[in-house]
């Protein structure tokens, strides 16, 4: 078993845990819990969390609140993908090898549900008992920032507007530095905002989001090519009959496969101004980089 796997064996056990936890808390119409959770529990990779804790432990402090932050982390990115799935938007009947949430409780309520995860998830962070009242604004200005309009959703608006028009790589770049890789980079921000972490070393992991981000992102695109349905969990081969704008339509397929690397290279090289082996963080963009769903 390499580092990774007993990393996110041991991990994702207790972020499930907390999540559970902390919609269980939450006094709403029990519909309404039901749908939030039925997309929090529907599996994934609990990419975004693991990234935090990884952060965490390659500057070896353990926190008391990190799967909680992990946790607000991971709702967010539940909250979009509830919105992503709906008719308006990529209208997908299927998410994580199941119906998505609309399909099973309508569109109003999976509206509701993610709104219910982007706003309570606001409130968890601003609860936080031991983390200093400073490190708490910070946390909370930046995944507004990194989930909102200038952010994930303002990506979105990007994309949609994309949407049948030509667009340059460096276009498509912007796409999905907000869309994808702002709530990534906070991910790994988060980690050095409650380990305390020196401007330098800040500094690399932010440059070490930008990079590992984009490479996320472009393999996405490559899987909805290379995959399956039954793999991917979601409906292979969209990107492409809805004419997206994709990596692998801009530069090829090949292209965004070196793309790709070249982006993993330089996310790999920002670390090293941090250390010199920090091998789980290695390992954790290069499973990202290289996964088959």
């Not at 939450?26 to 599996?43: D, F, Q, V, W």
């Not at 500094?203 to 996320?216: N, P, Q, T, V, W």
């Not at 979601?234 to 292209?255: I, M, Q, R």
Request: aromatic content about 6%; glycine content about 8%.
């Amino acid at each position: 078993m390499t580092i990774l796997q007993s990393f996110t064996e041991k991990h994702v056990l207790k972020i499930d845990g907390k999540l559970s936890e902390l919609i269980q808390s939450i006094e709403a119409p029990a519909i309404l819990k039901e749908a939030m959770n039925y997309s929090l529990i529907a599996g994934g990779k609990r990419v975004r969390p693991l990234f935090l804790l990884a952060v965490l432990d390659l500057l070896e402090v353990k926190h008391p609140e990190s799967f909680t932050v992990g946790s607000v982390i991971e709702m967010i990115h539940t909250y979009s993908l509830i919105h992503d799935d709906l008719p308006a938007m990529d209208n997908d009947d299927y998410r994580r090898g199941q119906l998505t949430n609309h399909k099973v409780f309508g569109e109003a309520l999976a509206i509701l549900a993610g709104d219910g995860l982007l706003t309570f998830s606001f409130g968890v962070l601003a609860r936080l008992e031991d983390v200093p009242a400073e490190q708490k604004l910070e946390l909370i200005n930046l995944l507004s920032s990194a989930a909102g309009a200038e952010g994930m959703v303002g990506g979105q608006v990007l994309d949609i507007e994309s949407e049948r028009k030509i667009v340059t790589v460096d276009e498509l770049e912007l796409i999905h530095l907000n869309k994808t890789g702002a709530l990534l980079t906070f991910s790994i921000e988060a980690g050095a905002i409650l380990s305390s972490a020196d401007s330098k070393t800040r500094k690399a992991l932010k440059e070490f989001g930008y990079h590992i981000g984009l490479a996320f992102q472009i393999q996405d695109d490559i899987l909805d090519i290379e995959g399956t349905t039954e793999t991917l969990g979601k409906t292979a081969g969209k990107d492409v009959a809805s004419e997206k704008n994709t990596y692998p339509a801009l530069l090829t397929l090949e292209g965004a496969k070196n793309k790709k690397e070249w982006h993993y290279n330089q996310a790999v090289k920002s670390l090293r101004y941090i250390s010199s082996e920090p091998v789980l963080l290695d390992e954790l963009a290069a499973y990202i980089v290289n996964r088959n769903k």
